[in-house]
């Protein structure tokens, strides 16, 4: 049986990697749901898009006044 962090109130660097593995996991999944949704619904891709206009807009202009 595995020992928790609450019980022995030390963190080794097996669970660490544990808990960053899961996290990551779990980040993964997230961004596969959220791909799904905006594969379903193409909407959700005109701010996604305007976004990255203004970001390359103010590049752009950055870039002009050096």
Sequence with gaps: METTIAETGTMTMAALLSTITE?????TGWMASVAEIVVANPLFL???VFTFIGVGIT????LLRV
């Design 59 to 62: 590049l752009f202009s950055r």
């Design 23 to 27: 996290v990551f996991t779990a980040a």
């Design 46 to 48: 005109i701010p996604i």
